[in-house]
């Protein structure tokens, strides 16, 4: 069996996973003995649709694991180019999900060091608050880098995604990852505040957004620390 894809198809706003890829042409139809297993591009191998054999929440929970494996290891070639010592102190880990393009899940990860959080609380400025929730600051000596799975798990991980759950797949991947990152020994590497939190920055998003996904995915014990340890602005947000 094969589908013969309309040229005119961009009309009726492709999947998120497709990207640039050309529409049109022949797309084969592939079972096995459960019946469809994969819907793919003739020309060029492009799975359009792929069948889950496992309960969408059990394969979040993979693709989420596989993520937080490729930010663990971002982290530490990020920590490994900066100079960070295993002695260094970080409170926060944003995983940033802005994609380079809407196929691709490699999400920017900022790291903010207490030392840097010490020194604006002591001599803030406008642009304090920006630092602690978003990680971002001129008088700032943070570490950048990102995480980068697997081309074939991007695509299976957004295209999954976007099929099962309504909300921006992106984000919800990274949110899923979280929890994971959050409880990680992160010690041979650098030391964790006892505050230490990892959380999401998605677009368009306030601190109360920012707030949310930190409840979301990590321990009570570090958010406890964290609302006790909080200077500088509003904790909650005045919005939450």
């Not at 100079?83 to 920017?108: I, N, R």
């Not at 995480?147 to 099929?163: G, S, W």
């Not at 957004?209 to 409840?215: F, H, V, W």
């Amino acid at each position: 069996m094969a589908i013969e894809e309309s040229t005119g198809f961009t009309s009726l706003d492709p999947a998120a996973w497709r990207g640039d890829d050309p529409i049109g042409g022949r797309l084969d139809v592939i079972h096995d003995d459960l019946g469809v297993r994969l819907v793919r591009r003739a020309d060029s191998g492009l799975d359009v649709w792929e069948r889950l054999d496992r309960p969408w929440p059990d394969a979040l929970t993979g693709f989420a694991e596989a993520l937080a494996q490729a930010s663990i290891d971002g982290v530490a070639e990020d920590c490994r180019k900066a100079g960070v010592k295993a002695s260094d102190e970080f409170f926060a880990l944003a995983v940033v999900p802005y994609p380079v393009a809407v196929t691709e899940l490699c999400p920017l990860l900022f790291l903010g060091r207490e030392r840097d959080r010490r020194r604006l609380i002591d001599d803030p400025d406008e642009d304090l608050e920006e630092y602690l929730w978003w990680l971002q600051h001129s008088r700032a000596d943070g570490v950048v880098g990102g995480a980068h799975p697997p081309e074939d798990v991007q695509r299976a991980a957004v295209r999954a995604c976007t099929m099962h759950h309504l909300a921006d797949p992106l984000e919800t991947l990274c949110q899923a990852a979280v929890p994971i990152l959050a409880e990680y020994d992160w010690s041979e590497l650098f030391t964790p505040t006892p505050d230490f939190a990892v959380y999401v920055i998605g677009e368009d998003v306030n601190e109360t957004d920012i707030y949310r996904s930190l409840l979301a995915g990590n321990p009570a014990h570090r958010l406890a620390e964290r609302a006790a340890r909080w200077r500088g602005s509003p904790y909650p947000p005045e919005d939450h």
